[in-house]
């Protein structure tokens, strides 16, 4: 059974920055496309960014040029590194696995992903 544990997670100053880390239990990055998610209380979660399993990445609009995904094969983890941060940028970040091989990871998209983590908590606020 695939487990992915989201961490890095924190306080930080709005133009600061932050790296979450997302350990996957198995060699995963070999074979799955791994995205990061983020949820607002009373909001729906949305796609941040995905890297695929051949090394393809995209970003949202909104956090282009600020965040960026990377992956560590040797140690099943995926990185988004997060700089400048702003408050909009605060909820709960999910990183998530589309195990089916579909597009729904590159394009960001929620509902396809089949494997999620339990999420960890990113607040900016000064």
């Known amino acids: 059974q695939l487990q992915l544990v989201e961490s890095g997670g924190g306080l930080v100053q709005p133009g600061g920055s932050l790296r979450l880390s997302c350990l996957a239990s198995t060699s995963t990055l070999n074979y799955y496309d791994i995205g990061w998610f983020r949820q607002v209380p009373g909001k729906e979660r949305e796609g941040v960014s995905c890297?695929?399993?051949?090394?393809?990445?995209t970003y949202a609009d909104s956090v282009k040029g600020r965040f960026t995904i990377s992956k560590d094969k040797a140690k099943n983890t995926v990185y988004l590194q997060m700089n400048s941060l702003e408050p909009e940028d605060t909820a709960t970040y999910y990183c998530a696995v589309d195990s089916l091989a579909g597009s729904s990871c590159l394009m960001l998209l929620a509902s396809g992903m089949d494997y999620w983590g339990k999420g960890t908590l990113v607040t900016v606020s000064s």
């Open positions: 890297i695929s399993r051949s090394g393809g990445i």
